[in-house]
């Protein structure tokens, strides 16, 4: 009987223990500008599970808003054919 009630404590532990990691949910933001930090702050305000991994700017952008420390950079926009 005690090997039932350990089995049945297991799954339940196993089965909340990795859910808050799981329930996170990573976002990148295209675009830089004044209307993706508002999406940004939106999300964040909306969701507090929600992670904003960064912002990729947008190649018709004209000004920054967000952050230099949040944005991503990488490959040229758009990318080489």
């Not at 196993?14 to 830089?32: C, D, E, Q, Y």
């Not at 209307?35 to 969701?47: C, H, I, Q, W």
């Amino acid at each position: 009987m005690s090997a039932v009630a350990a089995v049945i404590v297991h799954r339940v532990y196993a089965a909340h223990a990795g859910k808050h990691a799981r329930a996170r949910s990573r976002i990148l933001v295209l675009g830089s500008g004044p209307a993706a930090k508002l999406v940004g702050e939106t999300l964040r305000a909306s969701d507090p599970s929600a992670e904003i991994v960064g912002y990729f700017p947008a190649p018709n952008e004209q000004q920054v808003a967000v952050p230099p420390s949040q944005m991503l950079s990488g490959h040229s926009w758009p990318p080489p054919r």
